[in-house]
């Protein structure tokens, strides 16, 4: 079955660095697009970051650019996000992504959550 496991999170300080991991199994990892989403509390969950399947393509939200960087690792089925500069703002659950056919329409899969705090 389809699997999406984050880690990395913990607490940091304003300014600091951490990277994010989601280890991805249970479907072909390289035929996918692959997201980041946050959820901070009493907030909707939002899009942080994606990468199309090829890794040649990213987008990312207007409030996290220039800081943030998602990759992924072919071999090891690994999708990364690489946080500088991080803010007391960025303070929240990271969960990793992907939507797979089901049928005639996507579906969406979600790991169970990192927490990432910035806080002095």
């Known amino acids: 079955q389809v699997q999406l496991v984050e880690s990395g999170g913990g607490l940091v300080q304003p300014g600091g660095s951490l990277r994010l991991s989601c280890a991805a199994s249970?479907?072909?990892?390289?035929?996918?697009?692959m997201s980041w989403y946050r959820q901070a509390p009493g907030k909707e969950r939002e899009a942080v970051a994606a990468i199309n399947s090829a890794g040649g393509s990213t987008t990312y939200a207007e409030s996290v650019k220039g800081r943030f960087t998602i990759s992924r690792d072919y071999a090891k089925n690994l999708v990364y996000l690489q946080m500088n500069s991080l803010k007391p703002e960025d303070t929240a659950v990271y969960y990793c992504n992907v939507q797979l056919p089901v049928g005639l329409s996507l579906r969406d899969y979600w790991g169970q959550g990192t927490q990432v705090t910035v806080s002095s």
């Open positions: 249970g479907f072909t990892f390289s035929r996918f697009a």
